[in-house]
């Protein structure tokens, strides 16, 4: 579980936090929405240690990730696996190392061990016979499972997910939220994922915290995002059509 206490953060005079609190569960995906620059991005690198809060807490299972000692914040480091916006695989690593690269890094396990590792995650994404192939060479949603294959290499207790659906179309997207939900369960991981797209939200939002200009507007899970009475999340949503047919349809029996 991880906690979030009254994060702040203002830069060049401009607040971009304005305080924000909550929870996410261990074997849910919480999802992090809002408008453009409502301050998704800052607040996940805040979470992740990316970027310093001017005050506030962030607790991984109760360990305190900004003020406690060194030796704990190394130690959850190591237990979180991240995907970036645009996979961020490196493009002169084939598929294989790109996935080894965190083991190469962090551990010293011995090669054939290492290469179990990453077969049984390149197969966990469904990504079988493409070891020696170079990014350039798979599609984005290959390159979404690659990420993801990478992220989950070091067997983390968090994930972190920036807007998992760009630049993929929608069946695609579909595809690539269900395999962050279903690993997200299998391996009990606290997974937060940064989304604007509607169709996440609806498909696996366990948990949705909704930001407008810096702040937490409303919390509470896909089941009840459609009944909201927040005039700043009705607009969010309705924006979407698919929604909003959703809706009216209801409205008229
Ligand atoms: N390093 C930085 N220095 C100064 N301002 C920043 C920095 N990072 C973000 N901001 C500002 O903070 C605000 C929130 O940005 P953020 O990237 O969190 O938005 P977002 O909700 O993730 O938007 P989007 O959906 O468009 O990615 C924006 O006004 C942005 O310009």
């Given at each position: ?216 507007l409303w ?5 009840n995002?459609v009944e909201t009475n927040v005039p700043e999340l009705k ?19």
């Amino acid at each position: 579980m991880i906690e979030i206490k009254n994060i702040k953060k203002t830069f060049n005079g401009k607040e971009v936090l304005a305080g924000i609190s909550g929870r996410f569960e261990d074997s849910n995906t919480s999802l992090i929405i809002g408008g453009s620059g409502t301050g998704k991005s800052v607040l996940l690198k805040c979470i992740v240690g990316l970027i310093k809060p001017d005050s506030g807490g962030v607790y991984y299972d109760g360990r305190d990730f900004i003020n406690g000692d060194r030796t704990i914040r190394t130690q959850i480091r190591r237990e979180i696996g991240m995907l970036f916006q645009g996979s961020a695989l490196f493009d002169s690593k084939t598929v294989e190392e790109n996935v080894m690269f965190p083991l190469d890094m962090l551990t010293d396990m011995p090669k054939n061990e290492k290469l179990d590792r990453v077969n049984f995650c390149l197969k966990r994404v469904g990504l079988e016979n493409v070891n020696k192939r170079m990014p350039s060479e798979i599609s984005g949603g290959m390159m979404k499972r690659v990420g993801i294959a990478r992220a989950i290499v070091m067997n983390p207790k968090y994930l972190f997910v920036d807007e998992p659906n760009s630049g993929l179309d929608p069946l695609t997207a579909v595809t690539i939220d269900e395999l962050i939900a279903e690993i997200t369960d299998e391996y009990k991981i606290t997974t937060i994922v940064v989304t604007h797209d509607m169709n996440s939200v609806m498909g696996i939002g366990e948990y949705v915290m909704f930001l407008y200009k810096g702040r937490k507007l409303w919390e509470g899970d896909s089941q009840n995002i459609v009944e909201t009475n927040v005039p700043e999340l009705k607009e969010f949503l309705f924006a979407n059509k698919f929604i909003k047919h959703m809706k009216e349809n209801e409205a008229n029996g």
